[in-house]
């Protein structure tokens, strides 16, 4: 993916800083302890929350699957 947007904050010498980074991407997978949080796949249209396909509909609709 490519960064959208770059927050550095306000650095200060010897303190903590936060950043925040945007970035678009065409595919993004979370697991925890080996199960599927969350799917994205905008290429094939896929989006899956805790083990639900969300577009699956969607994709049967529109024949891409």
């Known amino acids: 993916g490519r960064y ?3 927050d550095r904050g306000g ?3 010897g303190e903590a800083t936060e ?3 945007t ?3 065409a595919y993004y997978k979370e697991s925890v302890n080996g199960q599927t949080l969350i799917e994205i796949d905008v ?3 896929i ?3 805790d083990g639900v396909d969300m577009l699956a509909e969607q994709r049967r609709a529109t024949g891409h699957w």
């Open 4 to 6: 959208k947007e770059i």
């Open 11 to 13: 650095a200060t010498p």
């Open 19 to 21: 950043h925040t980074f």
């Open 23 to 25: 970035m678009a991407v």
């Open 43 to 45: 290429l094939n249209s």
């Open 47 to 49: 989006f899956i929350v």
